[in-house]
T-cell receptor
Framework: DAKTTQPPSMDCAEGRAANLPCNHS???????VYWYRQIHSQGPQYIIH???NNETNEMASLIITEDRKSSTLILPHATLRDTAVYYC?????????????FGTGTQLKVEL | DSGVTQTPKHLITATGQRVTLRCSPR?????VYWYQQSLDQGLQFLIQ???????AKGNILERFSAQQFPDLHSELNLSSLELGDSALYFC????????????FGQGTRLTVV
């Protein structure tokens, strides 16, 4: 699986958009970009994933650059409840199981 | 609520003991995963089962074992416990073996004293 690089921490004002970057310069053509988050000591929560195109769901938007070497998770209107560690994971959907490798992630702190 | 149920929520036991953690996957999910999260190691993948068979293995210690039963629930057995085994243990489930949209339970906090 491709390695990802994320900033260790970010701050965001409540109500503003939170833009969380992820670098995955060694990504392969068949690898997807997944985002999970973990709110203090709770189980990780799936947010969104994408391959090439930008994706949006009720939680967030995922913007993947054209060369696919980086991506940005956007929380359009961050709230205090979005304070969490956000993990960017790159993974191919191939046989042999589904070993999600969580790095250190980005600690997002949303403040008033 | 992810639909994944883990029991017990908390467990305190002594070194050298053996414990069993239980996980019930979301309805319809065939794949179950186990993860360990300690303060100094982050989230570590232990093992994955799909429809009763082992599908992927991480750095799971030999003292640890798991299985998935015909009703698809899974158990993680930890034996000869050491202080360093104190951690949060998460179970996750997904529809297929390759589905990376996994849904996590709330975890079992194990404290070894």
């Amino acid at each position: 699986d491709a390695k990802t690089t994320q900033p260790p921490s970010m701050d965001c004002a409540e109500g503003r958009a939170a833009n969380l970057p992820c670098n995955h310069s060694t990504i392969s053509g068949n690898e997807y970009v997944y985002w999970y988050r973990q709110i203090h000591s709770q189980g990780p929560q799936y947010i969104i994933h994408g391959l090439k195109n930008n994706e949006t769901n009720e939680m967030a938007s995922l913007i993947i650059t054209e060369d696919r070497k980086s991506s940005t998770l956007i929380l359009p209107h961050a709230t205090l409840r979005d304070t969490a560690v956000y993990y960017c994971i790159v993974r191919a959907r191939t046989g042999g199981g589904n070993k999600l490798t969580f790095g250190t992630g980005t600690q997002l702190k949303v403040e008033l | 609520d992810s639909g994944v149920t883990q029991t017990p929520k908390h467990l305190i036991t002594a070194t050298g003991q053996r414990v069993t953690l239980r996980c019930s996957p979301r309805s319809g999910d065939l794949s179950v995963y186990w993860y360990q999260q300690s303060l100094d190691q982050g989230l570590q993948f232990l093992i994955q089962y799909y429809n009763g068979e082992e599908r992927a293995k991480g750095n799971i210690l030999e003292r640890f074992s798991a299985q998935q039963f015909p009703d698809l629930h899974s158990e993680l057995n930890l034996s000869s416990l050491e202080l360093g085994d104190s951690a949060l243990y998460f179970c996750a489930s997904s529809e297929t073996a390759q589905n990376t949209e996994a849904f996590f339970g709330q975890g079992t906090r194990l404290t070894v004293v």
